[in-house]
Structure formats: C-alpha cells, structure tokens
C-alpha cells in the first residue's frame, strides 16, 4: 500500500500507471467493485451518460459558429441551452491525461446539429461546441488521483499493509471481512438505476435526486443539493428561493417563467443542478 500512496502523491506518476496497480492489489484482495471501477477508468465507460460518476459530468459554454457572425455565445431557450452545454466525459483516464498535455487551455467539444436545433436562434447552417477550461480535465485527473489515496489509507486502516503486491492470508480474510468500508465503490458516482420501486433514481453527492413520487420530492432534495454544494451565500439564498417559487408553482402556467428563472440563476453552479433537469422538466407544460 505504501507505493501506491507514494504514487498518489508524486504528479510525475500517470494515474493511469497507479489504477493498474489498485487493479492488480484489488484482484488479489478480490474486491470487485473496485475492479469494475478500475476497468471503467482504464477502458472508459460504456453505458448510458446516467452511469457517470459526478466527477465525469461537467457544465461549459456553449458556442455557435455562423458563417456571418464567426463564434460567439449561442442564445435561445435557457433550458436547451444549459442541457447542451453538459458534457460526459467517457474516455480512458490515460486519454485525459494525454489531453491536458496536448491540448491548449481551451478545450471545445462539437455538438451535433440535429441535437441543436431545439434552440432555433442561428439558422439551419450554424455549427454548434461545448468550451470548456482545460481544469475540467485537471480536476478529473485529480478526483482518480485522490480516490486511488483514499482507497489506498482506507486498506491501511484495516490492517492490509501487503508487501509489495503480495499479501497474507490474514490480510485476505480481513479484506473479506471490511469490503464495505474499503471499496472504492464508485465513490462520488452519479448513477441513476432502479434501487427502490420501479422508477428511476438518481443520485449525486450523496443527495437522492430521485423523481419516485412515491418516497422522494425533488424539490427538497434540490434545495439539499444547492444548501450542500454552493459556497457563495447570494447565489445559494436566489436559488433556494426560486426552488420554493418552483414548488409553489408547480402544475400552474407560472411555473415555466420560474423555471426559466432558476436556470438563468443556475448557470454557474450548473454541475449541482444538472442531475435535477429532467425532473424539473417534467413541470412543464406541454
């Protein structure tokens, strides 16, 4: 365990190198969560978007570029606008890595024309991307960095030491025996899957975002959500206060300018509300 945290620490060792060694440590330790996590870092993600972890999913800019007006800021519809401006990062970790050092501070990512169109403000010809600052990249880099130490102490709590990539019987069972509190587990995932009844859940930073009318309101668990995650006090009190208004207005003709409001509101803190959208969405009226 004390290599893979001296790695962690050590910048120069590509975290890609580091998760090969969780994966061979965790193989012989025969936790499989955490091999499911290593091989999705390793190999990229498959799936749908919703199997993300938080820290894959991220809010920049989005830019339309007209043949009359060059690039510029794409306008229209707030809400198309904040969800085509939500990007999924599913490649390899090694892949990222690579980026950040072949890449300028900028990084674009192209949106197809077709999914575009809901914005109907810059003709049929425009072409349409994603800015983002290339510390998203860093900051995902980073969250594997930090998991891989967290996960490599959590072993050490335990009593897993191993010497080298080889461990004891003993250091076996006791793995076995502290699974729960060891494995990686997809920490930090944003996940949406049938857990509870038979509708969908989400969940993002440990706040259930669930739309199960039966257990959750979605209104609640968003102002948990914007009460948890939004440091600065003015935007935290505005959107708290339009979540109460969207509650308030909810199945009336007032709700879509509410609604409207809030995204506007939102656009910096778009990462904690992203995952709410589509059960927001849902109010509105056909």
Do not use: C
Not at 76 to 101: K, N, Q, Y
Not at 140 to 168: H, K, P, Q, Y
């Amino acid at each position: 365990m004390e290599e893979i945290q001296a790695g962690a620490l050590n910048r120069d060792v590509p975290v890609a190198d580091l998760l090969r060694r969780v994966k061979l440590a965790a193989a012989k330790l025969k936790l499989t969560e955490t091999l499911d996590w290593v091989d999705s870092e390793l190999n990229g993600y498959g799936g749908e978007d919703k199997d993300l972890p938080e820290y894959r999913v991220a809010a920049g800019s989005l830019y339309v570029t007209t043949f009359h007006h060059g690039t510029r800021p794409a306008t229209g519809d707030p809400h198309s606008i904040a969800m085509l401006s939500m990007s999924f990062f599913r490649e390899p970790v090694a892949s990222l890595e690579a980026l950040l050092t072949s890449q300028p501070g900028t990084i674009t990512m192209p949106i197809n024309p077709d999914l575009a169109r809901a914005i109907k403000n810059h003709g049929h010809n425009a072409s349409y991307a994603v800015h983002f600052s290339k510390n998203v990249l860093v900051s995902i880099v980073d969250t594997v960095r930090n998991l891989i130490l967290d996960w490599a102490i959590n072993l050490e709590n335990e009593g897993i030491l191993g010497e080298g990539v080889s461990f004891t019987v003993d250091e076996k069972q006791k793995a076995a025996q502290s699974a729960p509190n060891i494995q990686i587990n997809n920490y930090g995932h944003y996940h949406q899957g049938d857990t509870h009844g038979h509708q969908n859940r989400t969940t993002i930073g440990g706040v259930d975002a669930s739309t199960n009318s039966l257990t959750i309101d979605v209104f609640e668990q968003l102002q948990s959500a914007v009460t948890n995650n939004i440091d600065n006090a003015a935007d935290r009190d505005a959107l708290l206060e339009l979540i109460k208004q969207m509650d308030e207005k909810k199945g009336t003709g007032g709700f879509k300018e509410v609604y409207t409001n809030f995204l506007v509101s939102a656009a910096n803190h778009m990462t904690v509300i992203a995952p709410f959208l589509p059960a927001l969405a849902s109010y509105l009226p056909g």
